[in-house]
């Protein structure tokens, strides 16, 4: 299990240096590429609840200035703090939930190598990309706050992250409108990660002599390609109760994962070719947007 998740942020680790070195993002400039090729170097895995936790052990022991048993609610809140504390601490580490890991759920070795990256890759490459977020990008690879850019990338940085807000801004959900965040961090996440899962999966494609017949599903006609971005959408397959629907709009930092879908395939000009989309319809646009 954690054999396959460190070989897949191996591979995505190795396209996103590919991206971070290309000529593509030379308005990085020196030293902030360097910074971040680093950060990326080394970045760490770990599956969370691969083995369970005593947390009575880990976190517990008497308060000072008082019992447990006298103020039990401050002892919850040392718990969630010291919690708190040891995620800070973990900087530069991608987390992965144990259940992603299981059997017919985000991967199998009977499913297409297209569906563990548009589900396990996805979603890898999405908690890596946090790591060069609007917010995160600001931290080195030691945790440490080190703002190493100059003011022309900080701009063009800006730009592009303007440029998903101003998408999402633009879009409806149940009859509202999505407000337009400053907080981008999950939306760039989704940005670089959908790149990367397919990028590296592409690279495994070419890798192999011929197109497997393992990569087609029983009674479906999708090419490996459509059956990559089917995968992320499918993985991202969930409702919201009606009632609730504009308090989560308000409040939540994830917009829809509608919306969130359709925003991705859109920024993807591989969406529009494997599903040979016309030219300037929704989901290919004239303009498109990209992070890095």
Same mark, same amino acid.
């Given at each position: ?86 995620? &800070? ?6 987390? $992965? @939930?144990? =259940?992603?890991? %299981?059997?017919?759920?985000?991967? /199998? ?60 801004? &633009? ?6 409108? $999505? @407000?337009? =965040?400053?907080? %981008?961090?999950?939306?760039?996440? /989704? ?102």
């Amino acid at each position: 299990m954690f054999a396959i998740g460190y070989h897949s942020l191996r591979e995505l680790k190795a396209t996103f240096q590919e991206i971070l070195s290309s000529d593509g993002v030379k308005w990085l400039k020196q030293p902030t590429q360097d910074d971040l090729l680093e950060k990326l170097k080394d970045m760490t895995f770990e599956i969370a609840g691969g083995k369970p936790t005593n947390f009575e052990e880990q976190y517990g022991g008497p308060l000072e200035g008082g019992s447990d048993a006298e103020f039990p609610e401050r002892k919850l809140l040392r718990w969630l703090h010291r919690f708190a504390f040891l995620c &800070d601490d973990e900087a530069n580490l991608v987390v $992965l @939930p144990a =259940m992603y890991m %299981q059997h017919r759920y985000f991967w /199998d070795d009977a499913y297409p190598t297209a569906l563990r990256y548009g589900t396990l890759g996805f979603f890898l490459g999405h908690e890596m990309a946090h790591g060069f977020d609007d917010l995160n990008r600001l931290y080195d690879n030691h945790g440490n706050l080190r703002d190493s850019r100059s003011p022309d990338t900080k701009l063009i940085f800006d730009h592009d992250k303007n440029c998903l807000a101003d998408q999402f801004a &633009d879009l409806h959900y149940s009859g509202l409108k $999505l @407000p337009k =965040m400053e907080a %981008q961090g999950e939306n760039i996440a /989704d940005n670089v990660g959908i790149r990367l899962a397919y990028a590296t999966y592409t690279k495994w494609l070419k890798l192999q002599s011929k197109v497997p017949d393992t990569e087609t599903l029983p009674n479906m006609s999708q090419t490996p390609q459509q059956l990559f971005y089917l995968s992320v959408a499918q993985s991202m397959c969930t409702d919201i109760l009606e009632d609730r629907r504009p308090a989560f709009v308000r409040n939540s930092v994830h917009p829809p994962n509608e919306s969130r879908v359709f925003v991705m395939m859109a920024n993807s000009k591989s969406f529009a070719e494997a599903f040979q989309c016309g030219n300037q319809t929704k989901l290919s646009p004239a303009h498109r947007c990209a992070m890095y």
